[in-house]
């Protein structure tokens, strides 16, 4: 008795090609704005004058040169890295652990409430309260480096409140009464068992407030008061004149400022994709 066996033949993926040009145009407005600052940085004001998008005739590193010594480039990037790194660990501990406190307690009324408050903080525009931010960390003498840690933390808190509480309600809560049956404090349990587990939005919200915090041009403007603390993007406003601009420099300072964090990103896309991705996951 013979047996037919149907052989399907081979689809073919349809490609979507409305999608594919779509994400053709948005990948050139990225690009020709790179490719642009790129050219510039490596011109001189003759060259950028004759041609915007020519490559340059004679590659030179004499705007880098003169954007470093004119930002005073190796003391800005401290500061903008301590203010960094500072926000970005102080709003991990703090913000997680608020978080953590709202989530488990969410069945009391008052906790709802004040989840509610913290969320109801994101449709509240920062120049409506920022000249009593600014009176306020100039009395209390936090018109420094410390207060613009203190307000990224406090600012990016109820964001990362709604994307931590939505994480911790996932999450089985037998794991946390198991430990407190062994003995187990509030505190062991959440450092030991829930904050080792919040690894993937941990990684998500850190990703967050280094690049806002790295690139913030308002808060640093506002608050520090002292021009030797200035941020990168604070020291780039140099080039801004009132009646002219040295692009060539101007476009070598800013690819300098971009440097670090496309480094922080090439040795660390690993965690950065894969925590994004489990914390999507979740």
């Keep these: 008795m013979m047996t037919t066996t149907s052989i399907r033949a081979p689809r073919h993926e349809h490609v979507n090609w409305w999608l594919t040009a779509l994400v053709a145009v948005l990948s050139l407005t990225i690009l020709v704005p790179l490719y642009f600052t790129i050219v510039t940085a490596f011109k001189t004001p003759q060259e950028l004058a004759e ?4 490559l340059p005739r004679h590659w030179t590193l004499a705007n880098f040169r003169t954007a470093w ?6 003391r800005r990037l401290l500061t903008s890295a301590v203010v960094t790194v500072g926000a970005v660990v102080l709003t991990i501990l703090t913000n997680s652990l608020v978080a ?3 989530a488990r307690n969410m069945h009391r009324r ?16 920062f120049p409506i309260i920022m000249l009593p931010v600014v009176k306020e960390t100039a009395t209390l003498g936090l018109d420094n ?29 037998e794991i946390e009464e198991s430990a407190s049956i062994d003995g187990a404090s509030r505190w062991r349990v959440f450092w030991r068992i829930i904050f080792p ?9 850190g990703i967050l407030t280094c690049v806002w915090a790295w690139n913030d041009f308002l808060l640093p403007l506002v608050i520090l008061t002292d021009p030797g603390t200035q941020t990168l993007p ?4 140099v080039f801004q004149g009132r009646f002219n601009t040295n692009y060539t420099v101007a476009f070598a300072s800013y690819l300098l400022a971009m440097a670090p964090m496309i480094i922080v990103y090439i040795f660390c896309q690993r965690w950065i994709i894969s925590g994004v991705m489990r914390g999507s996951a979740k």
Excluded: C, D, H
């Excluded at 931590?164 to 996932?170: C, I, K, N, P, V």
């Excluded at 604070?234 to 406003?237: E, G, V």
């Design 110 to 125: 008052w906790v709802k409430g004040l989840y509610y408050y913290f969320i109801a903080a994101m449709f509240v525009p």
């Design 234 to 237: 604070l020291a780039q406003y």
């Design 51 to 54: 041609s915007a998008f020519a």
């Design 100 to 102: 953590y406190a709202v």
């Design 197 to 205: 587990l919040l690894s993937p939005m941990n990684a998500t919200v």
């Design 145 to 173: 480096e410390v207060g613009l840690i203190l307000l990224y933390t406090v600012f990016g808190l109820s964001f990362n409140i709604m994307l931590y509480t939505s994480f911790l309600r996932s999450m089985p809560i």
């Design 69 to 74: 010594q004119m930002t005073s480039f190796p």
